[in-house]
């Protein structure tokens, strides 16, 4: 690893006519012999790997590629900041874009393409069921939605099972499973199965109100969003759904208060993504639980960025011990097919009728039967374990990073889910950028942190490929913090 810093060191103090590289600590500002050049205009080095394109495809120029980003903003609602790359195709943890030049994936389509980009297995199942039944509508039964099913259940069950034998009690009975089409739609189908459930065992009009915590993302429709407490998502949409309350995560004290017996529901991300990677401590998990019981509310665990395999488990509640009533899953369940499945407690299911929710596109033919052969991949021990030592890998080499950079305060996370986290004034999307321009993709969280998505077939080599591009990406922004720029 230390390769890759020395280069940097070595290219800087060339440039300084000064001696090795200084990682001087930030308050101390680096003479201005010492100062690099801004990394805006900095010369990225060339792709990391020979250009690989598409032979039916010729190569696009960066005018042209500019030229018809303009052209698709024109028809194009705004919503995104992207850069001016067009991507053409992947394969494994690798993209390519349309300009010839190669990537490393650590973005994964935020965690949901988890066997990698063109995989042979997902490719054949989409072919053969494309070529048989993509849509159905819930009219009608089909062969696939059954199966997947049966698997999450067997699934959470196996994980209810651990965390049985280490002390918690059985929730789940004999859970059953709503398909949708995204995670938003997951947990939109959750809440109303919670105040359905409120009523149905209540009878009191006024159990409805759900619990979620700061830095949760839940998803951007009303009822996903009215639990997403985060001022920037809710602010221009208020006003929001009645009964939604937040709380701090890990905070225990305040359970007694904000749990009532009003509560209907605690939804919560056993591991944060989107809101900076912050995992629910396993004895908080547990108060939440009891808190949960005392009061009659349920426990739903959002697992759509942390769940199926990401951790280096099936669902990321086996860490913690604690069983919840309903599991939300979407992101990488049927690699990269839109799709969402909520999974509720023998007890919730009872109170569930027809009529009482549904979807036009939920739970198809074509989605179930990729989410099936994504579930039976993924679930393997050897593909599990091979996940749990790539994280411990990618950890360890976060960790170096971390112990020789001072702009990194922490580094956090669990399996293939990891966030490095910065110092207040380092501005993450600079990092971003500059991983990207030496052919790393990156996304950052919350609000100083870099999340590690990759998929999670990603290979020990390219972790270490990754490490030294941050390795690098470090050197450059120390400098320019020692040049007393901001950044
Ligand atoms: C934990 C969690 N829940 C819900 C969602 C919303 O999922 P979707 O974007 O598929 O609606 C996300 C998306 O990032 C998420 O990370």
Request: hydrophobic residues 45%.
């Amino acid at each position: 690893m230390l390769r890759a810093r020395a280069a940097a060191a070595a290219a800087l103090a060339a440039a300084a006519a000064a001696p090795a590289r200084h990682r001087s600590p930030l308050a101390r500002p680096l003479s201005t012999s010492l100062r690099v050049r801004d990394p805006a205009q900095a010369q990225p080095r060339p792709a990391p790997h020979p250009p690989a394109h598409h032979a039916d495809q010729p190569l696009q120029t960066q005018a042209q590629v500019n030229d018809q980003i303009a052209r698709d903003a024109d028809v194009l609602l705004q919503l995104y900041a992207r850069p001016n790359i067009v991507f053409s195709h992947g394969s494994g943890a690798v993209l390519f874009d349309t300009q010839g030049r190669r990537y490393l994936d650590f973005t994964a389509g935020i965690a949901v393409n988890a066997l990698g980009h063109a995989d042979p297995g997902v490719a054949a199942v989409v072919a053969d069921q494309a070529s048989k039944l993509v849509h159905l509508s819930n009219l009608y039964h089909h062969e696939h939605a059954g199966p997947l099913a049966r698997m999450i259940v067997d699934g959470v069950r196996a994980a209810e099972s651990a965390c049985v034998e280490r002390g918690a009690a059985e929730r789940l009975g004999a859970a059953k499973v709503f398909f949708c089409n995204s995670g938003t739609e997951a947990n939109e189908a959750a809440i109303k199965f919670a105040r359905k459930f409120a009523q149905y065992t209540s009878g009191g009009a006024s159990k409805f109100n759900i619990l979620s915590f700061e830095n949760a993302f839940h998803g951007r429709t009303m009822g996903a969003l009215s639990a997403t407490p985060t001022r920037k998502y809710q602010e221009p949409f208020v006003p929001l759904l009645p009964g939604f309350a937040k709380a701090r995560l890990n905070d225990i004290s305040s359970l007694d208060t904000l749990i009532t017996e009003d509560t209907c529901a605690v939804i919560v991300e056993p591991l944060q993504g989107e809101g900076g990677i912050h995992e629910a401590k396993p004895e908080f998990l547990a108060a939440v639980r009891a808190r949960c019981d005392a009061v009659g509310a349920l426990l739903i665990f959002d697992e759509i960025q942390c769940g199926v395999g990401r951790t280096g488990t099936m669902f990321a509640f086996e860490h913690a011990g604690v069983v919840p009533d309903v599991v939300s899953l979407a992101k990488p369940l049927a690699s990269g097919l839109p799709i969402g499945a909520v999974i509720v407690s023998e007890r919730v299911a009872a109170c569930i009728k027809p009529g009482d929710h549904g979807t036009t596109f939920g739970g198809s033919p074509f989605a179930t039967r990729v989410g099936a052969h994504t579930w039976r991949t993924i679930s393997s021990p050897e593909f599990l374990a091979a996940v749990q030592r790539a994280g411990v890998h990618l950890r360890a080499r976060m960790l170096e990073l971390k112990d020789a950079s001072p702009l990194i305060v922490d580094v956090r996370g669990r399996g293939l889910i990891q966030g490095i986290a910065f110092r207040e004034n380092v501005d993450p999307q600079m990092f971003v950028r500059l991983a990207r321009e030496r052919g790393v993709l990156l996304v950052s969280a919350g609000c100083n942190t870099i999340r590690l998505i990759p998929p999670l077939i990603v290979s020990l080599e390219q972790i270490d490929r990754a490490a030294e591009v941050f390795e690098e990406v470090l050197g450059i922004m120390e400098g320019v913090i020692g040049s007393g720029k901001d950044l």
